[in-house]
């Protein structure tokens, strides 16, 4: 009940307080400590539900005090966060609009907290990041960024100028994903040039953590920015700082430029190539062989899993570097469950590369000749022999046939491990067998679906050829009958031989009949006394007619 009354205590305060700057300044910012340290949201819901964000925003979101203001915007972005309903309600052509003009304030604090409140609206929020676009605020921050790091050279952990990089960077990343946005990212592509630069300029991990956080939210499942990346040459310097972070032993610069060129790697064999052509897999492995930490070491199988199944220089490098038996001694030595799955992730994929079983047996067969000329003049067990370990166990994952006898132990040379339960190593190796097994399955199933999808394929076109062959012949028809009409709808006169054409002919048996009655009945022809005399002759006939 306290904590209500207190806030009922502030809005209080805030409605009558209004002309104190001071006073608005601190109880805005004790409202605001309360909302972030509001762990259930109820505090959130309170003001929420009684309209207090709608007050501080329309009372106090435009105040002519800048240190009001200021404190207004902080405290509405603290209730916003995390909070559904209050993200919705500001989600507002209004709102973006005034974020933009308070982007353009001289004042670097106003800038940082309006960067804040468009982290708060578009995280989570597609609409909020839509809005960040139509409004412009998206080009604004990526201009302030770039205006924040001109001057690299005299760049300080502790300047103002970084901690608002920060914040436009914060921002920018929450505009480009989660959820992702292509329009956005793409948007973005226009900072790699200026990236690249600054990336040349400096190995601090300070000043490029920012920069390439920026640039992994806008170049994350895009292939489009991706290509960019390459195009730029950005590429190419992120392996020199992996080169340089390497020899001068900057552990966390090397792993923030690992996970910078997972993101750029991934997916994209064009990418794959150019970093085969800096030699970025025998770095990778390099580091490995020294002491890393466990999520150092998660970051760089991924890295190496995404290079080689995309590009087969990238795996000889790998293969030629002793790969798959510095993998698989990380494997033995570590007990963290996350970094051996990275591993046998890794492994797994080496293994189903094309062309795996002709490399894997040229590298045993050098692993071979190497053992043989170290054994000579010592009598070394079989069992202590790492090359041979190697060997036995590259044998089951191309095979898949169980062997009988593992590697014992440094300190256990005379137990037999044939009638042991099952090591460690042969886990993960029946893990691997298993695993290759289900996807040979899976390609079983699948070939049988392709076929059948074809023979589908194939009865579909036969049905279209014959429609197609079908609808040919009825235009045809119907051209035909349309040449056969009169073009005009009027109507046109007929001619003699249509007429000809359309009157009834008489029968031919009934013109027969009555051309014989003709020749048969006689021309009747009366004389003075009224009696008839017959005449056949046609003289005769024209005397009478003419009489």
Not at 17 to 32: A, M, V, Y
Not at 94 to 115: C, G, I, R
Not at 461 to 474: D, F, M, Y
Request: contains cysteine; charged residues 20%.
């Amino acid at each position: 009940m306290g904590t209500w009354e207190d806030i009922k205590l502030l809005l209080e305060c805030l409605e009558c307080q209004s002309e104190d700057p001071d006073s608005l300044q601190k109880t805005l910012e004790t409202l605001s400590s309360i909302c972030t340290n509001d762990k259930d949201g109820s505090v959130k819901n309170y003001l929420f539900d009684n309209g207090g964000l709608h007050y501080i925003w329309k009372q106090f979101g435009t105040s002519p005090y800048s240190q009001v203001k200021e404190a207004a915007h902080f405290t509405i972005a603290c209730i916003v966060q995390k909070h559904a309903k209050a993200q919705r309600l500001l989600t507002t052509a209004e709102m973006f609009t005034s974020l933009y003009q308070n982007l353009s304030d001289p004042s670097w604090t106003m800038k940082q907290v309006s960067a804040y409140i468009i982290v708060t609206l578009a995280s989570n929020n597609r609409a909020g990041q839509n809005m960040a676009r139509k409004s412009k605020c998206l080009e604004r921050l990526a201009i302030l960024f770039k205006g924040c790091l001109k001057q690299i050279a005299d760049f300080s952990k502790k300047s103002i100028e970084y901690n608002a990089a920060l914040s436009f960077s914060n921002a920018l990343c929450a505009c480009l994903c989660n959820p992702q946005n292509d329009e956005n990212q793409r948007l973005c592509a226009g900072i790699y040039p200026w990236i690249n630069n600054c990336l040349q300029q400096t190995l601090n991990p300070d000043i490029i953590q920012p920069i390439l956080s920026l640039m992994g939210a806008s170049v994350c499942n895009n292939i489009f920015n991706q290509n960019c990346i390459r195009q730029c040459g950005v590429l190419n310097t992120l392996a020199m700082l992996l080169y340089k972070a390497f020899n001068r032993q900057n552990v966390p610069l090397a792993a923030q430029v690992i996970n910078a060129l997972d993101i750029c790697v991934q997916n994209n064999g064009e990418n794959s190539k150019c970093v085969s052509e800096m030699d970025v897999v025998s770095i990778l492995l390099n580091l490995l062989k020294n002491s890393c930490e466990d999520q150092e070491v998660i970051h760089i199988a991924f890295l190496l899993r995404h290079c080689i199944e995309t590009c087969g220089s990238n795996y000889t490098q790998f293969v030629e570097g002793d790969g798959v038996k510095l993998l698989v001694n990380l494997l033995h030595d570590c007990d963290n469950e996350d970094v051996n799955k990275a591993l046998t992730y890794t492994l797994h994929t080496a293994v189903q590369n094309k062309g795996t079983a002709y490399m894997m047996t040229e590298k045993l067969e050098s692993i071979k000749s190497r053992s043989m000329s170290s054994k000579l003049g010592s009598k070394k067990s079989v069992g202590h022999n790492d090359d041979a370990y190697i060997d036995e166990t590259f044998k089951r994952l191309q095979s898949g046939v169980k062997q009988s006898k593992l590697r014992p132990e440094v300190g256990c040379p005379n137990v037999d491990y044939a009638s042991s339960t099952a090591s460690k190593q042969e886990q993960i190796i029946e893990s691997l067998q298993t695993k290759l097994q289900q996807e040979n399955a899976e390609c079983k199933k699948l070939r049988k679906e392709a076929i059948i999808l074809t023979k589908d394929k194939m009865n579909l076109e036969c049905v279209l050829a014959v429609n197609t062959n079908i609808r040919k012949q009825s235009t045809e028809i119907e051209q035909k009958k349309l040449s056969k009409t009169p073009l005009n709808n009027q109507k046109s006169r007929p001619s003699v031989q249509d007429l000809n054409e359309l009157t009834p002919k008489r029968p031919v048996q009934q013109e027969t009949r009555v051309a014989s009655i003709r020749k048969r009945s006689p021309i009747k022809v009366y004389d003075s006394d009224g009696f008839v005399k017959p005449m056949n002759a046609p003289k005769k006939i024209q005397e009478l007619q003419s009489c």
